[in-house]
Antibody, heavy 116, light 112 residues
Framework: EVQLVESGGGLVQPGASLKLSCVASGFTFSDYWMSWVRQTPGKTMEWIGD????????NYAPSLKNRFTISRDNAKSTLYLQMSNVRSEDTATYYC?????????WGQGVMVTVSS | DVVMTQTPVSLPVSLGGQASISCRSSQSLVHSNGNTYLHWYLQKPGQSPQLLIY???NRFSGVPDRFSGSGSGTDFTLKISRVEPEDLGDYYC?????????FGSGTKLEIK
């Protein structure tokens, strides 16, 4: 069974940095592209970006490219999202997904609240 | 970015009835390789989204045949027949033909 478990969320101040993690199990992590998607409190869904199975290539939504970085550690079956200079509009639930051109499987999500 | 317009916003249905959700894109979703990358997801209350239909009309693993997708170009439809209680939730379309990937704004399927 594919399992994706995110962690690292919480309350963070504007301008701070935060790193989310996603531990994968139930499949060979290094065989798959992975991605991050977020959902705002108003339920708007936004694709953040994805990363190739070997970590050699990433794509980002242009609006987030300068502040968000996706990486992975295949030895640990873990996907990361580094968020920098966070803003109130980054408040959302962040989902890790197993990606095959589009999200196939989703984690349970982790909440990030940006507030002073 | 490709804008995905979903209608209706809310869809009251009777259990056992049929539901139809529309998703229209601001430009054609036919890729240069000839495929159309339009997908449908269901987010049940309190859960993460789950893939229902991929590439317009293909049911994902374990999805009952009560769910069907159709459409082409810029106009797509998800139909749910014989609606059951576990079908309730928010439905989203997603296009992955064009970069960046973009979602529809969602349709809430609820009991009439």
């Amino acid at each position: 069974e594919v399992q994706l478990v995110e962690s690292g969320g919480g309350l963070v101040q504007p301008g701070a940095s935060l790193k989310l993690s996603c531990v994968a199990s139930g499949f060979t992590f290094s065989d798959y592209w992975m991605s991050w998607v977020r959902q705002t409190p108003g339920k708007t869904m936004e694709w953040i970006g994805d990363i190739k199975y070997d970590g050699s290539y990433t794509n980002y939504a242009p609006s987030l490219k300068n502040r968000f970085t996706i990486s992975r550690d295949n030895a640990k079956s873990t996907l990361y999202l580094q968020m920098s200079n966070v803003r109130s509009e980054d408040t959302a639930t962040y989902y890790c997904t197993r990606h095959g051109g589009y999200p196939h499987y989703w984690g349970q999500g982790v909440m990030v609240t940006v507030s002073s | 970015d490709v804008v995905m317009t979903q209608t209706p916003v809310s869809l009251p249905v009777s259990l056992g009835g049929q539901a139809s959700i529309s998703c229209r894109s601001s430009q054609s979703l036919v890729h240069s390789n000839g495929n159309t990358y339009l997908h449908w997801y269901l987010q049940k209350p309190g859960q993460s989204p789950q893939l229902l239909i991929y590439r317009v009309s293909n049911r994902f693993s374990g999805v009952p045949d009560r769910f069907s997708g159709s459409g082409s170009g810029t106009d797509f439809t998800l139909k749910i027949s014989r609606v059951e209680p576990e079908d309730l939730g928010d439905y989203y379309c997603l296009q992955s033909t064009h970069f960046p990937l973009t979602f529809g704004s969602g349709t809430k399927l609820e009991i009439k």
